[in-house]
């Protein structure tokens, strides 16, 4: 306990050196720029505090509960499909080659479709990331499942499991890490795609917050949207951190 | 008895079949201590994994007690090569395992696993992951957990290669203990021609073909005696299953 409560000190230090590094830098290039357009950090900062309050929060929220939904969504349906495709070679040889083909092709694309079917409002939008995050989780698990030993499956037949109980016992804990590992990487896909269809025909989320901040040429309030922004990926990074913690602490034994 | 008759058993590799089982015939009586030696890759694990139901014979039968294997059977445990304990569960997980996957209710097993675990000298790393143990404790894991099932047999493949020679020593010596105590009927994979003679009711030298064949079978009735392995007749048992090894060496150079 302990260790982990030092642990936890450590990276809370660590992240608190990042942030003034990046405020730091941040300072030297409005001073050496002298651009309006690149508000000071404290400029910034104040802008945040000052319109959390009153909508900027609001965006936020919104935002979040976008991003969150969506990954759960993915990962509800990804995951699940993923561990069959492993390890059912009949189902797979069915579904893989559905999967290579529509995997590759940017989601993007069918933004106008997607708008056209579900509307301008939070549905479209959590169907896109959806969409985007469920190929990233399907892949990986899939490849995951199929990396497990063979020996280990029989380990648990040889001690009673049935089919259900591999998947239980065997091929979800093996591949949770690779999952978690996954999940990170579509953060940080999720989240531009969030920015991108927020940033037109709708009006709430940070992305449209940023826009049109732009647009109302108020570059303090636009990095105001800007900080927001990290601080949201920030915070599903530590909430994916504190489930590998917790899920896959037998991964992390040599670090320490 | 154990009953294996008449069993084929082929792998399909890359671009050819491969025979390792050819009308193969083997019989085990209760309460044996079965040996299985032989060069790497004459079918020792394949033999194993016949026993255990987790592969079926291409042709054949298998009989335990009378009874045909037709897939894993509950009282039969297998510690597999290597692959046995699950690097996502502690000692105490790993070991209750078995019992969970046969929805035994935590107020059952708790009272058995901790018994085994202590029994096995595991208390002190029984919230340890499999990764966080010597080579000596992984393998007092993988028998804890096979002997929570309360098996009437008992397999094993190579549990003990990978350790130093006392930490070996010992096992080997509790690993009699267990057969003594309980009768059970066990199988036993090593490359150690001592391990096999200090371990064997009965030693089967395999060697590598295509099919694998038997080419020896050495009674032992002296195992488990105390002190055997200062013996002569250890010595000479030791002596012949080497011979056997080698000349099966010889015809395969032969060859
Ligand atoms: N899954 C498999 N697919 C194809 N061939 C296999 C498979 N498993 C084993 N074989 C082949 O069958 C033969 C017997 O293998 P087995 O694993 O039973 O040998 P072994 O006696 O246990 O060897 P070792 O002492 O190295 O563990 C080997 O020639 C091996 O190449
Ligand atoms: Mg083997």
Redesign the interface.
């Known amino acids: 306990m302990n260790l982990r409560s030092r642990i936890f000190r450590g990276k809370f230090w660590g992240y608190l050196g990042a942030a003034l590094f990046l405020v730091v830098l941040w300072q030297y290039a409005a001073w050496s720029l002298k651009n309006p357009l690149l508000p000071t950090p404290k400029a910034a900062i104040l802008a945040t505090a000052r319109l959390f309050e009153a909508d900027l929060g609001r965006h936020f929220w919104v935002s979040t509960y976008r991003v969150v939904l969506s990954t759960l969504t993915a990962l509800l349906v990804g995951l699940p499909l993923g561990l069959i495709m492993g390890f059912e070679r009949s189902i797979d040889r069915f579904l893989a080659p559905l999967v290579y083909i529509t995997y590759p092709i940017p989601k993007i694309v069918f933004l106008p479709l997607i708008l056209l079917f579900l509307g301008l409002g939070d549905a479209s939008k959590i169907f896109l990331i959806t969409f985007i995050v469920f190929f990233q989780i399907l892949v990986t698990t899939r490849d995951a499942v199929r990396r497990v030993?063979s020996?280990?499956i029989?380990?648990?037949?040889?001690?009673?499991?049935n089919r259900a109980?591999v998947y239980r016992?065997?091929l979800l804990?093996?591949s949770?890490p690779d999952v978690l590992t996954s999940l990170r990487l579509s953060m940080g896909t999720a989240i531009a795609v969030l920015f991108f269809a927020e940033s037109f025909a709708t009006t709430e989320g940070l992305g449209y917050f940023i826009m049109d901040s732009w647009s109302r040429a108020a570059p303090d309030e636009m990095f105001a949207g800007i900080i927001m922004m990290a601080l949201l990926g920030v915070g599903l990074f530590i909430v994916v951190d504190f489930f590998d913690n917790i899920l896959?602490?037998?991964q992390h034994?040599?670090g320490n | 008895m154990i009953e294996v008759s008449h069993c084929d058993l082929s792998y399909n590799q890359a671009k050819s079949q491969v025979k390792v089982y050819d009308n193969f015939n083997l019989k085990i009586e209760q309460g044996e201590s079965l040996v299985l030696i032989g060069p790497s890759g004459c079918g020792k694990s394949t033999l194993l994994?016949l026993l255990?139901g987790?592969m079926p014979p291409t042709g054949g039968e298998i009989q335990i007690w009378g009874e045909p294997v037709k897939g894993?059977r509950?009282k039969?445990?297998?510690i597999?090569?290597?692959?046995?304990?699950?690097?996502?569960?502690?000692v105490e997980q790993n070991v209750s395992?078995?019992l969970r996957?046969?929805h035994m209710t935590k107020g059952k097993y708790q009272l058995l696993v901790e018994d085994m675990i202590q029994k096995m000298g595991l208390g002190e790393v029984k919230h340890n992951?499999p990764?966080?143990l010597s080579g000596g404790q992984r393998q007092r894991v993988a028998l804890a957990?096979a002997l929570t099932?309360q098996p009437d047999l008992l397999l094993m493949d190579e549990p003990l290669s990978a350790l130093d020679a006392l930490t070996r020593e010992r096992l080997q010596t509790l690993l009699l203990e267990i057969w003594q105590e309980q009768k059970l009927t066990t199988v036993l994979v090593t490359h150690s021609i001592e391990e096999a003679v200090f371990l064997g009711s009965r030693i089967l030298v395999l060697l590598d073909g295509r099919p694998t064949q038997v080419v020896g079978e050495i009674l032992n009735p002296l195992v488990g005696q105390r002190g055997y392995r200062q013996t002569e007749e250890f010595f000479q048992k030791t002596s012949y299953v080497r011979s056997l090894l080698e000349r099966g060496g010889l015809d395969e150079s032969a060859k």
């Open positions: 030993q020996e280990t029989s380990s648990l037949r040889s001690l009673g499991g109980q016992y065997v804990p093996a949770l896959c602490r037998w034994l040599k | 994994y255990s987790l894993t509950q039969t445990a297998f597999l090569q290597e692959y046995g304990l699950f690097p996502w569960l502690n395992l078995g996957v046969r992951f990764s966080q957990r099932l």
